[in-house]
């Protein structure tokens, strides 16, 4: 691609700029205060979708918050990328952990990005990465160098389980038509090493309920003759897993891939170091499953995590209370082939089992998606692995990825169409913790890098 860098150099402020206006807004999709603000970043994306070239953007209503729809088709013989982003944003919370306010940008140098990096909610995940791709397409439009037909569908739930996108997708297939997707909400191995995410977990998220008597108890007087909801839940969660961290639900790893020797011997490549991932943790040792690094437990292993729990009295200073109730929020990381319906129904079945006399339990499914795998051997991949080699000098690696993107593989049902996962985000970035951030050197380097993947699946699609 001529001159892509010295466009990136001359509009460099303004592509920061323009993004750190989009972080401003607190679209937080799982909290119904800020609807206003969701709708109002909706608009945001659509002005920006129009000024970076496309022909035809539209506000696509749904049940839930719009989709932004954008196109610009250059001839229809050529091949057609779809490119897939989200402009909500996790929860701030905890607010006390944040150096700076989640939705006041700030720039600052650190140990890993000398050059700056944005500190801000959603810096990363993903309105940074997704709007690399809206100055990427500004880019080809402004310089004639659009070698294909691209769309965007841009989402404002990815946040709370794309429940809307899934109806969207379904209802929509000929207007989404598309050879390839593309899609920019994962990370690399590091700064200078990059990769390119060929698998994805699935996800099973559920909210379980313990109640026990039908008031909260003084503790003097009931303790140890009424069963107490929150030591009830604690031990039945306790129990979900074995002395080697392997989860104990019946049927939960039938249908688990193993993989064989040699692909994670070819994962083992990837550079790691322990020490290092437990220092930029301020932990002393590592905890997983007996039998797999690191890397393996994060990757392609299922898991089991208990992302809140609560009950009784948390406030300042004592209450001797047994609490009515208790709940915990468990989700749970799947393998391909572990579909997130079946495993929800064998946690259910599972948990309501194991509750001792005197509680009753109520396990509510909330959202999950399917696992993701896409072969290292399509046309996308490959042009993919050209366009990190042109700005990076140095063959991508492929990596599976511990996160879940449930609509990926509905996309493979929907559409037919496989998806290629470019991220630049690192595992540092802190997405949905306080103080995420994203580096400026990923962000112009991303913006660098999405059009040559243009260019080469263009040209392999010949």
């Known amino acids: 691609m001529n001159n892509i860098s010295t466009y990136i150099g001359e509009h460099k402020e303004r592509f920061l700029n323009e ?41 696509c ?78 880019f080809m439009t402004k310089t004639n160098q659009l070698p294909c037909n691209v769309k965007f569908m841009i989402e404002g739930e990815e946040e709370v389980g794309s429940s809307n996108l899934a109806i969207f997708v379904k209802n929509n297939q000929e207007k989404l038509k598309n050879d390839v997707i593309l899609i920019s909400d994962t990370g690399m191995i590091a700064k200078d090493v990059p990769s390119i995410t060929t698998g994805l977990r699935g996800l099973s998220y559920v909210e379980v309920e313990v109640t026990g008597p039908n008031r909260d108890l003084h503790s003097g007087l009931y303790g140890g003759a009424v069963a107490n909801p929150i030591n009830v839940l604690t031990k039945m969660i306790a129990s979900l897993h074995d002395e080697n961290n392997h989860i104990t639900i019946p049927g939960f790893y039938d249908k688990v891939e193993e993989l064989s020797k040699e692909e994670r011997a070819e994962m083992a490549k990837a550079p790691f170091s322990l020490e290092a991932y437990k220092k930029s943790l301020d932990i002393d040792a590592v905890y997983g499953e007996a039998g797999y690094t690191t890397n393996e437990r994060n990757s392609i292993r299922p898991t089991l995590d208990v992302n809140g729990i609560w009950g009784g009295y948390t406030g300042e200073g004592a209450k001797t209370v047994i609490a009515s109730q208790a709940f915990a929020k468990i989700s749970m990381r799947l393998v391909p082939h572990q579909d997130w319906e079946e495993i929800t129904q064998l946690f259910k079945k599972h948990f309501e089992s194991i509750a001792p006399e005197g ?11 399917q696992g993701y795998v896409t072969p290292i051997d399509s046309i996308g991949y490959q042009a993919a692995s050209k366009a990190y080699f042109d700005t990076f000098g140095k063959t991508p690696i492929p990596q599976r990825s511990g996160g879940s993107i449930p609509i990926v593989s509905l996309f493979e049902q929907e559409l037919k169409s496989k998806t290629i996962l470019m991220g630049f985000g690192l595992d540092s970035d802190a997405i949905h913790s306080p103080n995420e951030h994203f580096g400026l050197f990923n962000y112009y380097r991303g913006i660098e890098t999405i059009p040559l993947f243009y260019k080469y699946f263009t040209e392999l699609s010949k």
């Not at 972080?23 to 909290?31: F, G, V, Y």
């Not at 909610?121 to 997704?130: E, F, L, S």
Request: aromatic share 6%; with cysteine; hydrophobic share 35%.
């Open 19 to 59: 993004l750190l206006d989009l972080l401003k807004i607190p679209s937080i999709s799982a909290d119904s205060a800020y609807k206003k603000d969701v709708l109002h970043t909706a608009d945001v994306v659509k002005t920006r979708l129009e000024e970076a070239g496309c022909d035809h953007v539209e506000i």
């Open 359 to 369: 509680v009753k339990v109520e396990v509510k499914p909330h959202h999950g998606g």
């Open 61 to 138: 209503e749904t049940a839930g918050y719009p989709i932004v729809y954008g196109e610009k088709i250059i001839d229809k013989n050529l091949p057609t990328v779809l490119v897939y982003g989200h402009y909500d944003v996790q929860p701030p919370d905890p607010l006390n952990l944040w150096n700076s306010p989640p939705f006041e940008p700030v720039i600052k140098k650190t140990e890993l990005h000398p050059e700056g990096a944005i500190f801000a909610r959603g810096a990363c995940d993903d309105k940074g990465q997704m709007y690399m791709h809206v100055k990427a397409m500004e």
